[in-house]
């Protein structure tokens, strides 16, 4: 009982972790000084590697929630915490996915553009 439990306990925090994650790389990003090139560089990488990092985590956290949910329900436990991260990890890897291709992609290119341009 005790290792299907610790199992959903970490499938919900990479589910958490995965809707958090961007927003932390944002908040790193928001902070470097982007008058410069470099500064608009950094900053797109930064946004860039948030975001593949939270799909990664995302993955990983569906990959463990629907084993978590598995062994839960084979056990007859309850499967509360699976699900939690199963729905945070869909949430997290969509909310990323999307802001990767939208934002992300368009960042490093005009980042490029201006550092090629100097």
Do not use: H, W
Not at 50 to 67: D, F, Q
Request: charged share 10%.
């Amino acid at each position: 009982m005790e290792t299907t439990k610790n199992k959903q306990i970490v499938a919900m925090v990479l589910g958490i972790a995965s809707l958090v994650i961007p927003n932390i790389g944002t908040s790193i990003a928001n902070a470097i000084d982007t008058s410069t090139n470099e500064g608009s560089l950094t900053y797109g990488i930064i946004v860039i590697v948030a975001t593949l990092a939270a799909i990664v985590v995302g993955i990983i956290g569906l990959i463990k929630s629907s084993g978590a949910r598995k062994e839960a329900k084979a056990a007859g436990e309850k499967q509360i915490f699976a699900t939690i991260g199963l729905i945070t990890s869909i949430v997290g890897t969509v909310e990323s996915a999307i802001v990767f291709f939208s934002c992300g992609l368009c960042i490093a290119c005009a980042a490029c553009a201006f550092a090629s341009s100097v």
